[in-house]
């Protein structure tokens, strides 16, 4: 039909929430709806991640401009290609782009997958706008078959990245999040009042002692980090895994502090995300780098997983992502093997939202559960599909932020669109990790009573793919 | 003739996780307007009981419902005129949160009733037929005292490139000063974070206030020059945001930079002199409580303008901009001023007084821009929205960017208002 049909496609180059540059487009049809969209970036990229494209020149924006590259690509090879052509029809509009990039493996690193991801993303926004109806509604309709038996909408769960370290923070973590889960919330709403309350009571005690939350120990935190949970600052001279322990203790004394339990069966749980390949280095896990001291330790694989298994025995651990490293499939298998049936283990930098990669992965016995986040692949109609065979095997899809982040909020819409179950969108603090929480709020005003909401879903036996 | 057909609110949260109320109105003609109500750090104070702030603005929206659904309305100021009836028994803050909610959701809604873009309805409704250009930013570097967590205690350091244009390049030029220091952090391994209003929140070395003070502004001023806009000299201009009424205690003493250190309200003005002499200071915010007319008039007297003065608590309402008070420039809140028929009137009052009008964000924000909107409407000189860093605080640069496309390139950032004062 041709109101559908797309009249203009705009491109411009905005901030993102860390005050670097990163595309937006707005999609326009002749039916006169519209779409805007805008792309994230990540701190910790796999690499085997769909390539972003910058302009390079040092006199802007220290070489991470993207006016002269993706913003040019967007109102000119992208807009010609696509205009005149039906905005519901996701799949031709994505294959349209990717044959456009034409660059090898699908990288799409000749127009830029943040060129490609803004465009397609702000497509499916026209075409829901054009049909007066929101974007998770579009989807579902439209775009992504959920099985029959799960034909309701699902709320997500939130995990909360509360303690930033590794690559997110300026601290001597080596873990790069500790994720709180309100896994014993009874709707979507109790679990971001809960959230709301741990973190403004963590905030107070921080700023109040700022030195002396637990007892015998000081630390002290100048603030939040990408993602908006908090840096802290840990005492020096303790061990690397020590360190470790030591943040799991405060981040459990801070939310029994602020009267909510925490346990395997309580308020709140916890997910970690390692983010292993950053500090596996030839065979080994070496952590304490970040550490001034230099109380550096060597940890082959199975000494890792026996870190891991000690943590979750002592710890209400009910997630781990990116436990080992991307290119350590035996530490992956052992991993799953081991802590497979207590625990969600979470497939990141190891499959990159990639869906050769996670069935390879699937096949092979790593992980059973995948992170999806959409610009590691570069479309919407590709990380759909990836969900796709994620559910289809039995893996649980988490949808997930990047630490560059915008205002943008489609990641909402999309983990509602396919109930995914779980969220992963930072602290409940910046509007950029907010504004997702609050689009998810506005969805369950929207779908009332009618909405399905399962705060324990991590830990439900079913789905969880049983290790051999 | 517009029709409200549809008004709902919503609990939503802050950028600093607190509870705010949001509402979403939608007109018979099928426009839908959204809005959301900041929180500053004041506000936990505006306690009825023990009921927090969030649930007493939604319990007066719920009753205004009736009210607006039932509103029919031809111009934007007989909507607000409405809205002010209907909402006088409210207590002060409390009412002027809820008529600004209201305000700015139907404006939303309104402006896409009409197709035309926010920031156009609002200037037709102050009466502008042209824009006179853009704000220039006041873009926080550094963040202390109650939105940090940190012991530094002056609440903001910002730079305003008042001589770097047109908009897109001013955004730029504060987005690489925020990136070189995090690099000279880094280099010295220096721990940091992010403050409430986006930026970098830390610790500064030095013996007494005035060192520490001037150790922040050399690493500020070294991330200008080593970002590449230190030459020629006034391109980047500093403005320091005190808050000095949270740093009073009660014999009248000072701890501004650090809870330690007091200092007398003799040594406050000495410190703000020693300072605008040596660094490139524009503008001073809050310098001295505003409680202590006084003091702020001896400084207003010893600055002979050369920094202006900036007021920002006790600006709830037009009352605050009479003539003569000594400061130069407002702070306009809009959240705490009422609808925006009563922003547009705070601006123009203050504009006639002879003050310099500063649009402002709050520290606990939302990704909702129209203050951005608000500000490129009425086209006043400056905005502060908080730093780099935090989609509340870019969202709302990234509005103003879209804005600045319809702009002639080549236009002067800064307006004539500013003339006459030696640093601009």
Not at chain 2, 248 to 259: E, F, H, M, P
Not at chain 2, 284 to 290: M, N, Q, R, S, Y
Not at chain 2, 370 to 399: H, Q, V
């Amino acid at each position: 039909m041709e109101k559908f049909e797309i009249k203009k496609i705009k491109g411009r180059e905005i901030l993102d929430s860390r005050g670097r540059p990163t595309a937006e487009a707005e999609v326009f049809l002749a039916g006169g709806g519209w779409g805007r969209a805008q792309v994230p970036s990540g701190a910790s990229t796999g690499s085997r991640e769909a390539l972003e494209l910058r302009d390079g020149d040092p006199s802007r924006y220290w070489g991470r401009g993207v006016r002269d590259t993706v913003i040019w690509n967007i109102n000119g090879e992208i807009q010609r290609s696509l205009l005149g052509k039906d905005a519901r029809n996701q799949r031709a509009l994505d294959k349209t782009l990717i044959d456009l990039d034409g660059s090898e493996g699908k990288s799409k690193s000749r127009l830029g997958a943040n060129s490609i991801l803004a465009v397609s993303l702000a497509a499916a926004h026209a075409a829901a706008n054009e049909m007066r109806v929101e974007l998770y509604q579009y989807i579902r309709q439209c775009l992504y078959d959920v099985s029959s038996d799960h034909d309701k909408f699902w709320l997500p769960t939130p995990m909360m990245n509360f303690f930033n370290g590794g690559a997110h923070a300026d601290n001597a973590l080596d873990f790069q999040e500790f994720i709180l889960v309100p896994h014993g919330a009874k709707s979507f709403e109790q679990a971001m009042e809960w959230a709301s309350e741990v973190y403004l009571s963590m905030r107070r005690r921080f700023k109040a002692s700022s030195l002396r939350v637990v007892d015998d120990v000081s630390f002290k935190s100048f603030g939040v980090g990408d993602e908006g949970g908090f840096s802290i600052q840990t005492p020096p001279g303790m061990g690397p895994r020590d360190t470790l322990r030591f943040a799991l203790r405060i981040l459990t004394e801070v939310v029994e502090k602020a009267n909510h339990s925490i346990a395997r069966d309580g308020d709140f749980g916890i997910a970690l995300d390692p983010a292993a390949s950053e500090f596996f280095v030839d065979g080994y896990y070496v952590l304490g780098k970040r550490q001034k001291e230099g109380n550096t330790e060597y940890l082959q694989p199975k000494e890792m997983l026996a870190f891991y298994e000690e943590l979750v025995d002592t710890y209400p651990i009910i997630s781990i992502e990116d436990g080992m490293a991307e290119n350590d499939e035996e530490g992956w298998k052992l991993l799953t093997e081991r802590l497979g049936r207590k625990c969600q283990l979470v497939g990141d930098d190891v499959f990159v939202t990639n869906p050769d990669l996670l069935k390879a992965g699937i096949s092979n016995g790593i992980a059973n559960s995948i992170l999806i986040k959409v610009n590691q692949i570069g479309t919407l109609t590709e990380a759909l599909d990836v969900v796709k065979i994620a559910q289809e095997n039995e893996y649980r899809a988490i949808v997930s932020h990047r630490s560059g982040e915008t205002e943008d909020t489609t990641i909402s819409d999309i983990a509602v669109a396919v109930n995914a179950g779980q969220i992963k969108t930072g602290c409940l603090s910046r509007a950029d990790r907010v504004a997702k929480y609050n689009r998810l709020l506005r969805i369950a005003q929207e779908l009332g009573p009618s909405a399905y909401f399962d705060g324990r879903i991590a830990t439900r036996d079913t789905g969880l793919r049983q290790a051999a | 003739m517009t029709l409200l057909s549809f008004a709902k609110p919503l609990i939503i949260y802050t950028s600093t996780s607190r509870p705010t109320v949001e509402l979403t109105v939608k007109t018979v003609a099928g426009g839908s307007g959204r809005a959301s109500l900041p929180l500053g750090y004041d506000d936990p104070s505006r306690h009825n009981g023990k009921q927090p702030i969030h649930q007493l603005v939604l319990k007066a929206i719920e009753s205004l419902i009736p009210v607006l659904l039932g509103a029919k309305f031809a111009h934007h100021s007989a909507f607000d005129q409405l809205i002010t009836e209907a909402t006088e028994g409210l207590e002060d803050g409390l009412r002027a949160n809820v008529q600004y909610l209201v305000s700015a959701a139907c404006a939303q809604a309104c402006s896409a009733d009409l197709g035309i873009p926010l920031h156009k309805y609002l200037a037709e409704m102050a009466g502008f037929d042209a824009y006179r250009g853009l704000p220039v930013p006041m873009i926080t570097l550094i963040c202390g005292g109650k939105v940090a967590t940190t012991p530094f205690g002056v609440q903001a350091i910002m730079v305003v490139p008042t001589g770097v244009s047109p908009f897109p390049e001013a955004v730029r030029a504060g987005s690489e000063i925020s990136h070189a220091l995090a690099q000279i952090f880094k280099r010295e391994g220096k721990a940091y974070a992010i403050g409430d209003e986006g930026g970098f929140s830390t610790s500064f070395d030095g013996n007494g206030t005035r060192e520490v003070l001037c150790c922040a502004l050399n690493t500020a001023i070294q991330a200008i020059d080593e970002a590449g806009y230190s030459k020629p000299a006034g391109r980047i201009q500093i403005a320091i945001d005190f808050a000095a009424e949270h740093c009073k205690d009660a014999d009248g003493r000072y701890s501004l930079v650090n809870q330690k250190d007091t200092l007398s309200v003799q040594e406050v003005l000495d410190l703000h002199q020693f300072i605008v002499d040596r660094y490139p200071v524009l503008l001073l915010e809050d310098p001295v409580a505003t409680s202590n007319l006084d003091a702020l008039g001896e400084l207003h007297k010893r600055l002979e303008r050369k920094s202006l003065i900036a007021a920002d608590d006790l600006l709830d309402s037009v009352s605050g901009v009479a003539v003569g008070e000594p400061w130069d420039a407002v702070v306009a809140m809009p959240d705490r001023l009422g609808t925006l028929s009563d922003t547009l009137q705070f601006v123009s009052a203050a504009q006639a007084a002879g003050y310099v009008p500063i649009a402002s964000h709050r520290s606990g924000e939302t990704k909702d821009v129209l203050l951005s909107d608000l500000a490129a409407a009425l086209s006043l000189p400056f905005i502060k929205a908080g730093g780099m860093s935090g989609s509340e605080r870019t969202g709302k640069w990234n509005e103003l960017l879209r804005i600045s496309e319809l702009y002639d390139a080549n236009r002067p950032v800064l307006q004539g208002c500013l003339e006459g004062n030696g640093k601009v």
